[in-house]
C-alpha cells in the first residue's frame, strides 16, 4: 500500500466535509467533537495506519506505542516520516497531556488497560477525547461478535470526526468490492479448522471469538478453532489445541522471535508432532500490522483464502 499517491487520488475524490459539531459511537460512549482535531495522535501500527491511509498526518503531532514492538516497513516509514513518536510502547498520561493533544486514538490493550492511568475518563479533565478501537471494545462490553464491518466502522467514525466522510466511504466501498471477489471464489466446502499464534511457548497467545482474525478466517473459508473463547487476544492451553487438530496455523510475526522460529517451535516440539497443520506443513504468516484491524485486512483475507484452498 503506498500512502502517498493513493491518498492524493482520495483527496481528489473528497466532497465537503461534514459540519460539526458531529457525534460518533466509541464502545460504549457517545462522543461528541466540536471542532475537526488539529493534534491528533494514534496508537499502535495499525491504528496508525487507518490515520494514513484517511490522509490525516496534516491534523497530527505524533503517534504513540509502535517501536517497543514492531518495526515499520517502507510504506508506514513514509507515511510518518515527519511525526516524532511520543512514546515507544504505552503512553503515559503526561506525554499525551505534554502533546496538547486534542485527539487519541486508542483501543483497551492498544495503548489503554481497564484501571490505568491513561483511559478516556482520566484524560477527559485536559480536553483530550478518545475515539476507542471497536475490536477491543468487548474488554469493556458485551458484544455480538467480531467482524471486518468493525473496522469499517472505525475508518467511518474516523471519516466523520475528522470531515473526510467520503473519502472513507471511498475506502470502504473499495474493500467490500474486494471482500465479495474473494467470497466467490471460495470453494463449496467445510471450514478448514485454523489455529492463529501468536507468542509464548509454555501458554499460547491467540485470537479468540473477539479478535479480528476470527472474522478474517471466516471471510477466507476458516473456522476459527479458538472461537468459543470469548475474548478478543487471550492466553489458552496447549491441550485444546491438539485436541481441536487445526489444519492451517497462523502465525503472527512481530517482535524478537521471528515467524520462522515461532515454527520451528511448533516442527519440534513432540507434543505437536501429530497436529494436521504441522504434519503438512500448512502455516500462513501475517505481520501484525494485517491481523489486527486496520486497511491490509483485506489484503490479508485474500492472502488466507489462497493459502487455504491454494487458489
Not at 491467540?206 to 492466553?235: H, K, L
Not at 507434543?271 to 504434519?279: E, L, R, S
Not at 483475507?301 to 484452498?309: D, K
Request: proline share 6%.
Amino acid at each position: 500500500m503506498k500512502y502517498l499517491p493513493f491518498v492524493a487520488v482520495l483527496l481528489g475524490l473528497a466532497g465537503p466535509a461534514l459540519a460539526h459539531p458531529v457525534t460518533v459511537q466509541s464502545c460504549d460512549r457517545e462522543v461528541t467533537f466540536d471542532a475537526i482535531p488539529q493534534r491528533a495522535a494514534s496508537n499502535d501500527v495499525n491504528l496508525t495506519e487507518m490515520m494514513l491511509v484517511l490522509g490525516l498526518t496534516d491534523r497530527m503531532v505524533g503517534y504513540t506505542g509502535i517501536s517497543g514492538w514492531n518495526k515499520l516497513d517502507a510504506d508506514m516509514r513514509a507515511g510518518i516520516a515527519a511525526l516524532p513518536e511520543l512514546s515507544e510502547k504505552y503512553p503515559s498520561k503526561e506525554v499525551l497531556i505534554g502533546a496538547d493533544l486534542d485527539f487519541w486514538f486508542a483501543g483497551w490493550n492498544y495503548g489503554m488497560r481497564i484501571g490505568g492511568e491513561v483511559t478516556p475518563e482520566t484524560l477527559a479533565p485536559f480536553g483530550i477525547p478518545v475515539y476507542e478501537l471497536t475490536e477491543s471494545c468487548i474488554h469493556i462490553m458485551a458484544r455480538d461478535g467480531i467482524a471486518v464491518d468493525d473496522m469499517f466502522t472505525d475508518i467511518r467514525n474516523l471519516g466523520t470526526i475528522f470531515g473526510v466522510a467520503d473519502r472513507a466511504e471511498a475506502l470502504i466501498t473499495g474493500w467490500q468490492s474486494e471482500l465479495d471477489a474473494i467470497a466467490a471464489t471460495l470453494p463449496q466446502q467445510d471450514p478448514l479448522r485454523v489455529f492463529v499464534y501468536d507468542s509464548g511457548e509454555d501458554t499460547p497467545f491467540t485470537a479468540g471469538r473477539y479478535a479480528m482474525p476470527s472474522a478474517m478466517i471466516a471471510a477466507a473459508g476458516g473456522r476459527n478453532i479458538m472461537e468459543d473463547v470469548d475474548s478478543s487476544w487471550t492466553r489458552v492451553a496447549w491441550e485444546p489445541v491438539v485436541e481441536r487438530d487445526p489444519q492451517v496455523i497462523v502465525i503472527v510475526n512481530y517482535g524478537d522471535v521471528t515467524a520462522e522460529q515461532k515454527m520451528d517451535f511448533l516442527r519440534n516440539t513432540p507434543a505437536f508432532a501429530g497436529i494436521d497443520a504441522v504434519v503438512n506443513n500448512r502455516f500462513v504468516v501475517l505481520d501484525y500490522v494485517e491481523a489486527t484491524p486496520g486497511p491490509r485486512n483485506i489484503r490479508a483475507i485474500r492472502t488466507l483464502a489462497q493459502a487455504f484452498h491454494g487458489q
